[in-house]
């Protein structure tokens, strides 16, 4: 059994690995697109959209002859994804459709719900699941999915075997999330036993906890309900949908403050599609839990035909915007960096944006613009606070920044802007 680093391998993401065993049967594990350039700037968005031939020119896809769709014959019997970050799969649409493509339930269910939400957007066309016992048996090689902790659902690290050798692809993975699947399984596993190869990918050595005050997922939650508590606003946490971790950490923290989590329409369909693989990922069917709609996602699950589903979650949970405008204290918000969550905010503070950046080593900066039209709008003396609570899609760490502003909306100047120290060392 021979294996080849075809890409990935001096840098974060972008990761494709080749296996062939001696009989000749190849697989790719991973097929990743790269996360920054050679100058480390992020890729424009949909550059993984671009001819695949352009990417290969420019070093973005790794140049390996029967791997791409207009190979003659495809070189390959699989790819074998280990969790759905656009690092991991994001270059697998372009490759030969006579490759099939396999992955763990929950990531070919993130992969769909891509299909739902950017139908436009690049994914796999089909994806196939991988067993969730036991192996699944390529010519020579035998793939067996082992499951590892990360910020992505239902992640998998690969253990591939044949003529007598073994080689272990962890994918991403951590060993502080709540299952702690990374440390206690995967370490411990017998099947690891005498390993050939590790390859070994996306894991932190070392975090800062004493800086950031959290060195698990269980500190996270209590941190969050902390926050809850000690504030009467609305607690706001920038994080993934897909992450499962902080779902989960977001909803106990809420119900541990005595506040309902509210998700949006795409985060709530996420928890949906993942119900079958987690008894904990907060439901929109459950007390507790809230849907503040957002008319794009409507509007995409309407043109998916799930205009049904919209309706029961209507029914059962919808908030609406004067809801939680009058009562935010009431509220932990999961949110995404994006224009709805400016929107509800906005509406929360009256008349107030904020923007945040957010670079590895840098300090935080959080901008509050209250705009000229603000001094019209009569606030009198409304108590404007809000706490953020900040973590990238990515980030293993929630509390990167905590933010309290406080102030009379009518005693702001026009603008002004607020530097915040970074708490936390970046985790990705
Ligand atoms: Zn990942």
């Not at 424009?44 to 029967?66: F, K, M, N, Q, S």
């Not at 269910?109 to 739902?116: C, F, H, Q, T, Y």
């Not at 541990?256 to 693989?277: F, H, S, T």
């Not at 204290?329 to 950046?357: G, H, I, Q, W």
Request: charged residues 25%; aromatic residues 6%; contains cysteine.
């Amino acid at each position: 059994m021979n294996h080849r680093v075809l890409a990935g391998a001096d840098r974060i993401g972008g990761t494709c690995i080749e296996v062939t065993a001696d009989d000749g049967t190849a697989v790719l594990l991973d097929l990743g697109m790269p996360l920054y350039d050679d100058t480390g700037a992020d890729f424009p968005p949909r550059t993984h959209e671009r001819p695949v031939r352009e990417l290969v020119a420019e070093g973005i896809a790794p140049d390996v002859p029967g791997l791409w769709a207009d190979d003659p014959s495809p070189r390959y019997a699989a790819i074998v994804l280990t969790h759905a970050h656009l690092d991991h799969y994001g270059l697998a649409h372009h490759a030969h459709p006579g490759i099939p493509v396999y992955a763990s339930r929950g990531t070919a269910a993130m992969i769909d719900v891509r299909r739902v939400f950017s139908p436009r957007g690049a994914r796999p066309r089909e994806v196939r699941e991988l067993p969730s016992r036991g192996a699944l048996r390529i010519g020579g090689l035998t793939v067996t999915p082992v499951p590892v902790n990360h910020s992505a659902p239902d992640a998998r690290a690969l253990l591939v075997e044949a003529d007598g050798e073994s080689l272990l692809y962890t994918g991403d993975w951590r060993a502080h999330g709540r299952t702690a699947v990374g440390r206690r399984s995967l370490l411990a596993d017998e099947r690891l036993r005498g390993l050939g190869t590790l390859i070994c990918e996306g894991t932190m050595l070392g975090t800062d906890a004493e800086l950031h005050g959290a060195d698990d997922e269980s500190s996270v939650e209590r941190r969050l309900a902390a926050l809850c508590a000690e504030t009467d606003s609305a607690v706001v946490v920038l994080s993934s949908g897909q992450h499962p971790d902080r779902v989960i950490s977001a909803f106990r923290a809420a119900k541990r403050a005595g506040r309902q989590l509210v998700l949006d329409p795409y985060q709530a369909y996420v928890q949906e599609r993942l119900r079958p693989l987690s008894r904990l990922l907060p439901q929109y069917d459950w007390p507790g839990v809230r849907v503040k709609f957002v008319r794009a996602h409507v509007r995409a699950l309407k043109d998916a035909g799930l205009m049904p589903w919209v309706y029961r979650v209507r029914d059962a949970a919808k908030l609406e915007t004067r809801e939680f405008a009058l009562h935010p204290e009431r509220f932990l918000v999961l949110a995404r960096n994006n224009t709805p969550t400016m929107l509800l905010l906005d509406k929360l503070a009256d008349a107030a944006d904020f923007v945040y950046s957010q670079a590895p080593g840098a300090s935080t900066e959080v901008y509050i613009t209250v705009p000229p039209a603000a001094r019209a709008v009569n606030v009198g003396e409304h108590y404007f606070e809000f706490v953020m609570l900040m973590g990238g899609s990515d980030s293993s760490f929630v509390d990167v920044t905590t933010a309290r502003l406080n102030g009379t909306i009518s005693g702001l100047p026009g603008s002004r802007y607020v530097t915040l120290r970074n708490e936390g060392a970046y985790v990705s």
